[in-house]
C-alpha cells in the first residue's frame, strides 16, 4: 500500500468511527430525555427548574474531573487516581492558606501546580517505568490517599480558615445558573479547543487511535503520554478546590471513591476506553447523565446500594457499546479496503 492509499485508508476509518460516535452521543441524549420523561410521570417534582439546576451543579464538578480523564483515555491508559488527587489537593492547599493568610490569593495557582506534580508522577511510572496505566494508578490512588491521610493525622479543614471567595463561591448564581456550571463549560471549551487546535491535541488522538504507527512516524508518545496525566492532574487538583469550598469542613476522604463516577461519565459520553476517539464536550455530557440518575433515584427514596448498582451497570453497558461500535468500524473498513483491492 502506497503512503497515499494509507492516508485515505486512515480518513475513511476515521469517518465510519466519527459517524458511529454520533450515533452513540445521540443515543446517549435520547436515553437523558426518557430519563427526564420516566422520572417526571414518577415524580412530578423532578420536572422543575430548582431541580434542573440542581442536577446541572451536581454534574458540574463531576464533568471537570472527566476532563481529565477524558485526556488520559483518549491516549489509551486510564488514572484511577483522580479522586485521591482531588482530596490531597483541596486538604493540602487549603490548610496551607488558612495556617498562612498571605498564600490564601494563591490557591489556585498552588493547586494546579501540586496537581501537575501528581500527574506527572503518573506519566512516569506508566511511560519510562512501563506499568500498565492501571496498576500505576491504582498504587498511586493509595499513596495520594494515605499521604493526605498522613498529613490530616484525622483532622479537619474548617470552613472558618477557608478564602472568603471560596465560601461563598459554590452558593453564588451567575445569569440564573449556579458559578460551578459556568466555571465548568468554561474548562471544557478550553480543553475542547486545546485538542481540536493545538497540535498536542491532535497528536493525542493520533496517538490514541494507534500507538505503534504514531511511534513509528515520530511523534513523542512519551512526552504526548505525560502531557495527558499533568493535564489530568492540574483538572483533578481544579476539582478538588471546587469540591472543598463546597464542603467547607475538609477531611481526607475528600473525594474517596468518585472515580468510578468519573471514568462513568467518559465512558457513558462517547469517550472510547480503548482511545483516540470521543470529546471532552462527550464526558461533561456524560457527568450529567449521571447526576440525573443520581438526583431521580434520589428523589424516589432508592437506596444508595441499588444506585451503585445502576451505575456499574451504566458503565458496562456503555463499555460494551463501546466495542461493538469499535468492532463494526474495524469490520467495515476492512470491507470497503479488500473490494478497493479486487477493483
Known amino acids: 500500500m502506497s503512503a497515499d492509499a494509507m492516508i485515505a485508508h486512515r480518513t475513511r476509518k476515521r469517518s465510519f468511527g466519527g459517524g458511529a460516535l454520533r450515533v452513540r452521543f445521540l443515543g446517549v441524549f435520547a436515553f437523558l430525555v426518557l430519563l427526564f420523561v420516566v422520572f417526571s410521570i414518577l415524580d412530578p417534582r423532578f420536572l422543575t427548574w430548582p431541580n434542573a439546576r440542581s442536577i446541572l451543579f451536581t454534574g458540574a464538578i463531576l464533568a471537570i474531573a472527566a476532563l481529565g480523564q477524558t485526556l488520559v483515555v ?46 506527572s508522577i503518573n506519566g512516569i511510572l506508566v511511560t519510562l517505568l512501563k506499568i500498565p496505566s492501571i496498576v500505576a494508578t491504582l498504587g498511586t490512588l493509595s499513596i495520594y490517599r494515605g499521604f493526605v ?16 471567595w471560596s465560601k461563598s463561591l459554590a452558593a453564588q448564581i451567575w445569569l440564573g445558573l449556579p458559578a460551578y456550571v459556568w466555571i465548568s463549560a468554561i474548562l471544557v471549551a478550553i480543553v475542547a479547543i486545546a485538542l481540536a487546535r493545538l497540535p498536542w491535541g491532535r497528536m493525542v488522538y493520533a496517538y490514541g487511535s494507534n500507538p505503534k504507527a504514531a511511534r513509528f512516524y515520530g511523534l513523542n508518545s512519551t512526552g504526548i503520554v505525560i502531557g495527558a496525566y499533568i493535564g489530568a492532574g492540574v483538572i483533578a487538583a481544579i476539582a478538588g478546590l471546587l469540591l472543598g469550598a463546597q464542603v467547607g469542613n475538609i477531611n481526607s476522604l475528600l473525594a474517596n471513591g468518585i472515580e468510578l463516577e468519573v471514568l462513568a461519565a467518559v465512558v457513558i459520553g462517547g469517550v472510547s476506553i480503548w482511545g483516540g476517539t470521543g470529546s471532552v464536550i462527550g464526558a461533561a455530557f456524560g457527568a450529567i447523565v ?3 440518575i443520581d438526583n431521580g433515584l434520589v428523589l ?10 445502576i451505575q456499574g451497570v451504566a458503565i458496562i453497558a456503555a463499555v460494551g457499546m463501546d466495542a461493538i461500535i469499535q468492532r463494526n468500524v474495524h469490520r467495515a473498513t476492512s470491507r470497503r479496503s479488500i473490494m478497493e483491492v479486487k477493483a
Open 300 to 309: 424516589l427514596g432508592v437506596n444508595e446500594f441499588y444506585r451503585l448498582i
Open 149 to 164: 491521610s498522613f498529613y490530616a493525622n484525622a483532622k479537619e479543614v474548617t470552613s472558618g480558615t477557608l478564602p472568603a
Open 290 to 292: 449521571l447526576a440525573t
Open 74 to 119: 483518549l491516549t489509551g491508559n486510564l488514572d484511577l487516581s483522580v479522586g485521591s488527587i482531588m482530596g490531597l489537593t483541596a486538604y493540602v492547599v487549603f490548610d496551607i492558606a488558612g495556617k498562612v493568610t498571605a498564600l490564601q490569593p494563591w490557591v489556585v495557582l498552588m493547586a494546579m501546580i501540586i496537581g501537575a506534580v501528581l500527574g
